[in-house]
């Protein structure tokens, strides 16, 4: 290939391919230039990809989509109780499904990224940018890989390139994200033995069908703010959790030990018995939220995806596929109407952030900034004390014996009224958290 194109896509994740994919199809000469041996071979997420903006841009019914979501299931934990809430509907069991299917990251990020090259873009894998070019006057003009002689030049540059963002740091498009804006997380995919049904018994599914379980509290992640998840796929089980990093420093024990303790849990342990770990992965999560979203235009080069911060992740959603991808694909129009009028400095670049602002992405973040900050304040009563009380109550209340019910409920119901401060307490909280609904 030459070295020179229209836009470089550094990264070819979900943000990276969309971009590419949108400005491939506009005619533009792309190059995408990944890390890794292919598209997906280092990328780590939980498990559920969110699909409405991706088939807006291509076709997925050969998309490699493990099993759709038909079962949301919240489960607060305490050190050994489960009490969960579970959505099925069956409006979920017929297509398009929600848009909400598990995927394994290796399979879905080379189909997605072929999906870009059919449309003519070009792809190069086992290269790593290491650094942007710039002009004297700052307008950047290519990057610098890690091959010999490996720059490679073009008006723009799409800084596709995760959470773990060193080439947007290092050219200074970026602040590091500072500690409380940042989860650790780890995940394990898990194969069981048996006769190929093995998910479909353990879950209770029908063929294509698959869950989402997403659980908080102290028997999910200790004492530390965040929450778990397991995700069904074919054959494997995608189990993992995600908490501050500042909590992962200070108090509590070391993420895999709380994986372990998590996988141990009463309500959890008979899930994934007798499986045999074939994945382990660990990877941090930018959570900053709309106010920690850093400028996503710059002369020659947009943020997208994890780059700029895009994720929801507040116990209830976990989302940031779908935001990568509707930033890839806003960031890619942008370009094109700027290539078109033969400019690429930050102004002309601008229609991206003018777009992702009236998209889901931005609303969304912007939505529940508050959420992660008023819980954050709220962590031992959130976290610890009302999955205790939720839980004793529950068994106080529906325990069976020659009382009558009426001295179990008053007694379940002052068991949670003790930990929320009475009836004053409760409003108190109805008020603070009146905008999750
Ligand atoms: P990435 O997917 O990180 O892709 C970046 C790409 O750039 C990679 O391919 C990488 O190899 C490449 N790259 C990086 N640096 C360079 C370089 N210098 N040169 C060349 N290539 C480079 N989201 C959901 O929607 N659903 C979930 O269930 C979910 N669960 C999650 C669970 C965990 C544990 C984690 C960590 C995240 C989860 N997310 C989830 C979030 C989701 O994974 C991200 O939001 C999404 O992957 C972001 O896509 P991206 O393209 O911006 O970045």
Redesign the pocket.
Same mark, same amino acid.
């Given at each position: 290939y030459d070295d020179e194109f229209d836009a470089i896509v550094?990264?070819? +994740?979900? %943000? $990276? @391919? !969309?971009s590419a994919l949108t400005m491939a199809d506009a005619g533009l000469d792309v190059i995408m =230039? /990944?890390?890794?041996a292919y598209?997906?071979?280092?990328?780590? *997420?939980?498990? &559920?990809? #969110?699909t409405p903006t991706i088939r807006e841009l291509t076709d997925i019914d050969d998309a490699p989509l493990e099993r759709y979501v038909g079962e949301k299931r919240f489960g607060m934990l305490s050190p050994e109780d489960e009490t969960a809430v579970s959505v099925k509907p069956n409006q979920w069991h017929q297509e398009p499904h929600n848009d909400s299917y598990t995927v394994l990251?290796g399979d879905f990020?080379e189909w997605f990224a072929e999906q870009a090259v059919e449309a003519g873009a070009t792809l190069i894998t086992e290269?790593?940018?290491?650094d942007l070019i710039r002009e004297d006057d700052g307008q950047i003009v290519g990057v610098d890989?890690d091959r010999p002689e490996g720059e490679l030049r073009a008006p723009v540059v799409v800084l596709? /390139? +995760?959470?773990?963002?060193?080439?947007a740091e290092g050219a200074d498009l970026k602040d590091p994200s500072p500690r409380e804006d940042v989860?650790v !997380?780890?995940?394990e995919v898990i194969e069981f033995p048996g006769d190929g049904n093995e998910i479909e018994d353990r879950f209770r599914l029908t063929e294509d069908s698959g869950v @989402?379980y997403h659980y908080f509290g102290e028997g999910a992640v200790g004492d530390a703010f965040g929450g778990a *998840?397991m #995700?069904t796929n074919d054959d494997t089980v995608s189990i +993992?959790? %995600?908490y501050r990093i500042e909590d992962a420093v200070t108090s509590q024990p070391k993420p895999e030990q709380t994986l372990n303790e998590f996988k141990s849990h009463p309500a959890v342990a008979p899930l994934v018995r007798g499986g045999r770990t074939v994945e382990y @992965?660990a990877?941090? =999560?930018?959570e900053g939220g709309a106010d920690a979203m850093p400028d996503l235009v710059h002369d020659g080069a947009v943020l &997208? $995806?994890?780059? %700029?911060g895009?994720?929801l992740?507040n116990g209830v959603h976990? /989302? $940031?596929?779908?935001? !990568?991808?509707e @930033?890839?694909y806003h960031a890619g129009n942008a370009i094109i109407t700027a290539m078109a009028n033969d400019r690429t400095d930050a102004n002309a670049l601008l229609e991206y952030p003018r777009n992702l602002e009236e998209s889901f992405v931005v609303q969304n973040l912007e939505r529940y900034e508050w959420l992660m900050e008023t819980a954050v304040e709220d962590k031992d009563l959130l976290f610890r004390d009302l999955p205790r009380a939720i839980a004793d109550a529950s068994e106080e209340y529906f325990s069976i014996d020659r009382d009558p019910k009426a001295e179990h409920a008053d007694e379940a119901k002052d068991r949670i009224l003790q930990t929320i401060g009475g009836w004053s307490g409760a409003a108190k909280l109805a008020w603070r958290y009146r905008k999750v609904m």
């Open positions: 550094v990264g070819a +994740g979900p %943000a $990276g @391919s !969309a =230039i /990944e890390r890794g598209p997906g071979a280092k990328n780590v *997420f939980g498990g &559920v990809l #969110y990251r990020d290269t790593t940018v290491t890989t596709a /390139e +995760g959470g773990n963002s060193l080439v989860a !997380a780890v995940k @989402s *998840f #995700y +993992g959790l %995600a @992965s990877k941090t =999560i930018p &997208v $995806g994890d780059t %700029a895009l994720v992740n976990l /989302e $940031g596929t779908n935001m !990568a991808v @930033s890839g």
